[in-house]
């Protein structure tokens, strides 16, 4: 029986797919999954039809069927190179990296033009199986040409999603991923700085550059229980405490933190990381899913959530979850959670090659 592919059809599995319904939405797609044949409605412009049912189906989680369709829209005058390229994407999110990087390996062999896009997904697929050092230089040359060395990440929603997954992956399986970094060289009791106010600043930087032993170790020379009961300087206490590796101390700190402010979504949100990275991420999403809307603290919840699929290998809403976190609050997940990933990631891949 031949299977009518409409727009009704396309968008009834896409508000499947956006409520993370992805079983559902597969029903609806199986005649694509299943090559059963095709027919389009009369008015429907074929090219544009194929292209948005390939990356709904990339986006429910089926890699081959989501290539056929892409050779369907290249057939009708998609260029081959982006065919493959988004083919490339569909295995990365399924978790199937040999077979993205032999797609985008494809869509790469002429590189007489640099294109940031190709070289993306690229570098994630060189960075997902273990071809590191590739990875790093192929980012570099990103960083380059957009002048973002600090962090070369391309910065469209789903390649970012793909990154943090890439990341966050590697950070949860690196044995020396959360010790302290052995280049840590503080001297003296407390950070620099003559009022608490502006030391912890000082404590700050020296997490944002990677030294967290030397944020610890001036953290705890202000009194712990001090540090514990005021919630700001408690969850910069807890966050040294898991880039040391003690991330079941964190959680009793964090814990304190919640009995004297239990709705607050950062605290809720960090928590959950710590549950995650201390070995419980089933626990972390009954915590992540208590954490009410609450504007901005949104991305902690969204980008911890996404981590915590990662640890639960769950690709499809790993990146749903990211996607969120990178959509609405751009800024704020990208600065302050995916660039101190990626600047850690890169030390520690650096240090293995």
């Known amino acids: 029986m031949m299977f009518k592919l409409t727009r009704a059809v396309l968008r009834e599995a896409r508000s499947r797919v956006d409520r993370e319904e992805f079983a559902e939405a ?14 389009l ?3 429907e412009n074929a090219r544009y039809v194929w292209r ?41 999110l399924a978790g199937e990296f040999d077979a993205a990087l ?26 997902e199986v273990a071809r590191r050092s590739e990875a790093l ?95 700001y300087s408690a969850m910069l206490y807890a966050a040294a405490l898991g880039e040391n590796g003690r991330w079941f101390e964190a959680r009793d700190v964090l814990a304190q933190v919640l009995d004297r402010s239990p709705s607050s979504p950062g605290a809720q949100a960090f928590y959950a990381c710590c549950l995650t990275q201390s070995g419980e991420p089933a ?23 996404g981590a915590t699929h990662v640890a639960l290998d ?3 809403r790993a990146a749903a979850a990211f996607r969120t976190a990178f959509t609405s609050y751009f800024f704020d997940t990208f600065h302050c959670a995916l660039v101190p990933a990626w600047k850690k990631t890169v030390r520690l891949a650096t240090r293995d090659s």
Not at 67 to 82: C, D, K, Q, T, Y
Not at 166 to 190: C, M, Q, V, Y
Request: hydrophobic share 40%; net charge negative.
């Open 26 to 39: 597969r029903g609806l797609l199986a005649p694509l999954a299943e090559t059963d044949p095709v027919e």
């Open 41 to 43: 409605a009369a008015r």
């Open 52 to 92: 948005d049912a390939a990356a709904l189906l990339r986006d429910a989680g089926l890699p081959e069927a989501s290539e056929r369709a892409w050779g369907r829209a290249r057939e009708l005058g998609l260029p081959a190179r982006v065919a493959l390229a988004e083919s490339g994407l569909a295995y990365l």
């Open 102 to 127: 032999d797609r985008v390996q494809a869509a790469e062999e002429d590189r007489s033009e640099f294109n940031p896009i190709f070289s993306s997904v690229r570098a994630i697929a060189l960075f």
């Open 137 to 231: 230089a192929e980012w570099r040359r990103i960083g380059e040409s957009a002048h973002r060395p600090y962090c070369p990440l391309v910065t469209h929603p789903f390649h970012l999603s793909l990154a943090a997954m890439a990341i966050e992956r590697f950070l949860l399986s690196h044995p020396e991923s959360r010790r302290a970094d052995p280049e840590d060289t503080s001297s003296g009791e407390k950070a620099p700085g003559n009022s608490l106010k502006r030391r912890i600043v000082e404590i700050e930087k020296a997490l944002d550059a990677g030294k967290s032993a030397d944020a610890l170790r001036w953290l705890e020379s202000e009194g712990v229980e001090t540090l514990k009961a005021d919630d």
């Open 283 to 305: 626990v972390a999403l009954a915590v992540l899913d208590r954490v009410e809307p609450a504007g901005p603290d949104d991305y902690f919840a969204n980008y911890f959530r």
């Open 314 to 316: 769950d690709r499809l």
